[in-house]
T-cell receptor, first 112, second 113 residues
Framework: KQEVTQIPAALSVPEGENLVLNCSFT??????LQWFRQDPGKGLTSLLL?????REQTSGRLNASLDKSSGRSTLYIAASQPGDSATYLC???????????FGSGTQLTVLP | NAGVMQNPRHLVRRRGQEARLRCSPM?????VYWYRQLPEEGLKFMVY????????ESGMPKERFSAEFPKEGPSILRIQQVVRGDSAAYFC???????????FGSGTRLTVV
């Protein structure tokens, strides 16, 4: 059974810093990996989807990488802003239904 | 494209009542998933449906919970005889097919009093 781990659990940085969030998974036979952000009391917003054949995906200030062989993905956020403050979740589909298994998230606070 | 629409956003039920949560997937998406997020916990898979079919309900509690995705209309997650432990945020996600990534709705926050 797939297990997804995210470190750190919480991170606080001053505005403008570049930062890296980490995600690891135990079963490397994944179809893809998706990064989401969740604001308090809100739903999930998809940030990036990386297919298993890809090494990275970029969207604006966000860059996600995937290393299947080592069971790791990183989310790089450049020039962080207070509006980036949220919980960041990574998830991989599992099983014949491709239901998502989520990590426990990294709670990011960007201080102005 | 309005995205995945869930309603109501907030729902308060007394113990023993029924809760009905609705989800309209994105246009063109035929795959619907329901997830539950208990307070201070992560999201857990409940059920996967396609039109008129339950494909995988391995994450659903065996009693009181049911789901449907009729040919016409939204997907419904039904919780009968709610208890305080059912209080959680319930999220719906849709996808055009497997391996395409998922779009989530804003969730329904159920409070049982």
């Amino acid at each position: 059974k797939q297990e997804v781990t995210q470190i750190p659990a919480a991170l606080s940085v001053p505005e403008g810093e570049n930062l890296v969030l980490n995600c690891s998974f135990t079963d490397s036979a994944i179809y893809n990996l998706q990064w989401f952000r969740q604001d308090p009391g809100k739903g999930l917003t998809s940030l990036l989807l990386i297919q298993s054949s890809q090494r990275e995906q970029t969207s604006g200030r966000l860059n996600a990488s995937l290393d299947k062989s080592s069971g790791r993905s990183t989310l790089y956020i450049a020039a962080s802003q207070p509006g980036d403050s949220a919980t960041y979740l990574c998830a991989v589909p599992e099983g014949s239904a491709r239901q998502l298994t989520f990590g426990s998230g990294t709670q990011l606070t960007v201080l102005p | 494209n309005a995205g995945v629409m869930q309603n109501p956003r907030h729902l308060v039920r007394r113990r023993g009542q029924e809760a009905r949560l609705r989800c309209s997937p994105m246009k063109g998406h035929s795959h619907v998933y329901w997830y539950r997020q208990l307070p201070e916990e992560g999201l857990k898979f409940m059920v996967y449906l396609q039109k008129e079919n339950i494909i995988d309900e391995s994450g659903m509690p065996k009693e009181r919970f049911s789901a449907e995705f009729p040919k016409e209309g939204p997907s419904i997650l039904r919780i009968q005889q709610v208890v305080r432990g059912d209080s959680a945020a319930y999220f719906c996600a849709s996808s055009p097919g497997q391996n395409y990534g998922y779009t989530f709705g804003s969730g329904t926050r159920l409070t049982v009093v």
